[in-house]
């Protein structure tokens, strides 16, 4: 978004400008990086503006030579991960990889580089994906969980986890290179670069700080905020169609050379949701907050019981049961 001033005076023969003063104002979105402006006039009447904005990647992803351990494969490049692709996760499981949030083979990406002693090469992801420390938090103050942070928060001394072990964080780089893979599985977590604890997820912080914020007073953190919004598209995934609703598929990302482009349309909404609530106020998210909260509770209860595979098949069975009891209940009352 911007808004462009200009006061542009001409010469006694209209075609030349004697004076130019603008003023621009540019506020920036996750999805906007940069603006360019041309202006041109042939006579006083006569003035033509062409704006153009270049796209920013999402930032929230990992670099292509970072790595993850497949069932049957070894240890593979995420430039060369599948979906389908079985890959361990925290839990010590393998799990199926089943989208992409964002994946893209030609967006160049500034990449942190977080060195520990586990390796002689750095663990590189955006500073917006998260990474999971040696601390605690809490789900509502009562569930215990791993914390998740983002990378670029990451400090020299800060204790990642490796295989469950602690290793603290020895230095601190940064590099650019060429292509954006944000891999999801169903638990939201990946073991990447030989066994780093690491969050499929993506911090939506810089868009939307006071709806953090105040998720964060319910002790709701952003890994728990990701997981639940993903859980009606990960039963969708898994339990519905393995091809269809999978960024393997074009109609659910978006096109290439957009703003957003190569995004999960699914991911790229919640981001645009949480950003637009990011102006109102705090007892609107909360009057807005908690009976959205509430929704997708029920969708994570049914998927922790039946798993996101059967899931589908749970809810519609559900459905059907509830349409026969109402049928059966309006003919014995005729």
């Not at 041309?38 to 030579?65: E, G, H, N, Q, R």
């Amino acid at each position: 978004m911007f808004i462009l001033y200009s006061n542009i005076d001409f010469d006694s023969t209209g075609t030349s400008a004697t004076k130019c003063a603008t003023v621009v104002s540019l506020v920036t979105g996750q999805y906007e990086t940069s603006l360019s402006y041309t202006i041109s006039a042939d006579a006083y009447d006569t003035l033509v503006m062409t704006c153009t904005s270049k796209p920013l990647s999402p930032s929230a992803c990992f670099s292509p030579d970072t790595t993850v351990e497949v069932q049957g494969k070894g240890h593979v490049r995420m430039v060369d991960l599948q979906v389908g692709d079985h890959v361990r996760t925290v839990s010590g499981n393998f799990q199926p990889v089943y989208s992409f949030g964002h994946k893209d083979e030609h967006q160049s990406v500034d990449y942190i580089q977080l060195y520990t002693a586990h390796s002689d090469k750095p663990l590189e992801l955006s500073g917006q994906h998260l990474v999971f420390v040696d601390e605690t938090s809490y789900l509502f103050g009562i569930w215990a969980q791993p914390k998740a942070i983002r990378a670029d928060h990451v400090q020299v001394g800060d204790m990642l986890l490796v295989h469950g072990q602690r290793y603290p964080v020895t230095k601190l780089g940064s590099v650019t290179k060429t292509g954006a893979y944000m891999p999801l599985t169903p638990d939201g977590s990946l073991l990447v670069h030989y066994g780093v604890h690491a969050s499929a997820y993506v911090s939506g912080e810089d868009t939307a700080q006071s709806v953090v914020d105040n998720f964060a007073f319910y002790w709701f953190s952003e890994q728990n905020l990701m997981h639940w919004w993903l859980s009606p598209y990960r039963m969708l995934c898994m339990g519905v169609s393995s091809s269809y609703f999978t960024s393997e598929n074009p109609n659910m990302m978006t096109a290439e050379g957009q703003v957003d482009g190569s995004i999960l349309k699914w991911l790229k909404l919640g981001l645009s949701t949480v950003e637009a609530a990011d102006e109102y106020s705090f007892l609107v998210h909360h009057l807005m907050g908690i009976p959205v909260a509430i929704v997708f509770a029920c969708f994570m209860l049914v998927e922790g019981i039946f798993g996101a595979t059967m899931a589908p098949t749970a809810i519609l069975m559900a459905i059907g049961f509830y349409v026969c009891y109402l049928v059966a209940r309006r003919r014995h009352q005729a």
